[in-house]
C-alpha cells in the first residue's frame, strides 16, 4: 500500500485551513463588519470585498476613516435607511469648520474657549453659519485642542473642546490620523456643550503621532484635534 508523504497531508491541512478561514472572513462581511486597530475605509472596503463608496453610502454617520472606533461595527452594504445624505453634509461641514478653529487655537497655544472670547468677531461668524446651514439655536460648530502638542507615550494631556451637545456622555478617543480610534478615556458634556477634560497618551502611541477624538453620546465624532506629536 502506497503511503501518503508527511508533506502531502501537510499540505492538505494548510489547504483546507485556509479554506476555513477564507470563508469565516467572507461570512464576517455579509452584513457587517468589526472595525480593528488602525482600520481604514480602505482596509474595511478591500477586507469585505465592497467599494469605500459602499461603506460611506450604508454608514451614513462616517464622513471618514477618523469616524471609525474600533471594537464597533460597519454595514457593509447600504440598507434602506442609510439615505441620510443632507443630514451628514451638514454634520461634515460643521466638522469642518471646527477642525479650522481648533488647529488655529492649537497653533498659538491657546484653548477653543480663549480664542473665541478673545475674538468675538470669530465666534459671531461661526454661529451665523451654523444657523444658515440649519444648526439649532447658537451653538457654534464643535471644535477641539490638545495641549501640550507634544508629548512621549504615557504624559498627561488636556483636551478641550466647544460645540458639543450639552449635557451629554462624551467619549474620547485616540488613534493614528486617519484611521480608526481606541476609546481612551470618558467625561459629560456641560450644559453649553464644552468638554475640558485630562487624558493619557496610550503607550502604544506610534511615533508618527496621534489624534484625539472627542464622541458625543450619540456615536459620532464630533471634533478631532489637530495632531499630537509622539515623542520617544
Known amino acids: 500500500m502506497r503511503r501518503n508523504s508527511p508533506c502531502l497531508l501537510m499540505l492538505v491541512l494548510l489547504a483546507g485551513s485556509a479554506l476555513a478561514t477564507g470563508a469565516a472572513e467572507a461570512t464576517s ?13 480602505s482596509s474595511i472596503a478591500s477586507r469585505c470585498g465592497v467599494s469605500e463608496a459602499s461603506l460611506l453610502s450604508a454608514n451614513p454617520s462616517v464622513q471618514g476613516s477618523g469616524d471609525l472606533q474600533v471594537g ?121 456643550g464644552a468638554v475640558e477634560s485630562k487624558v493619557t497618551v496610550p503607550n502604544d502611541a506610534s511615533g508618527s503621532g496621534i489624534v484625539f477624538s472627542i464622541v458625543t453620546g450619540g456615536g459620532g465624532v464630533a471634533v478631532w484635534t489637530s495632531p499630537f506629536a509622539v515623542e520617544k
Open 72 to 192: 464597533a461595527t460597519l454595514h457593509v452594504r447600504p440598507g434602506t435607511d442609510a439615505g441620510n445624505g443632507v443630514g451628514a453634509t451638514v454634520r461634515s461641514f460643521s466638522r469642518k469648520a471646527g477642525d479650522t478653529v481648533g488647529t488655529l487655537a492649537s497653533d498659538v497655544g491657546s484653548s477653543v474657549q480663549d480664542l473665541l472670547d478673545k475674538n468675538p468677531d470669530l465666534k459671531a461668524r461661526l454661529d451665523k453659519v451654523g444657523n444658515a446651514v440649519g444648526l439649532t439655536g447658537d451653538q457654534p460648530a464643535a471644535m477641539a485642542t490638545v495641549l501640550p502638542r507634544s508629548g512621549p507615550p504615557g504624559s498627561t494631556v488636556t483636551i478641550t473642546a466647544n460645540g458639543l451637545q450639552p449635557s451629554s456622555p462624551v467619549s474620547i478617543g485616540a488613534g493614528a490620523p486617519g484611521a480608526a480610534y481606541s476609546v481612551i478615556g470618558h467625561t459629560q458634556s456641560t450644559a453649553d
Open 29 to 41: 462581511c455579509e452584513g457587517t463588519v468589526a472595525i480593528q486597530r488602525n482600520d481604514t475605509l
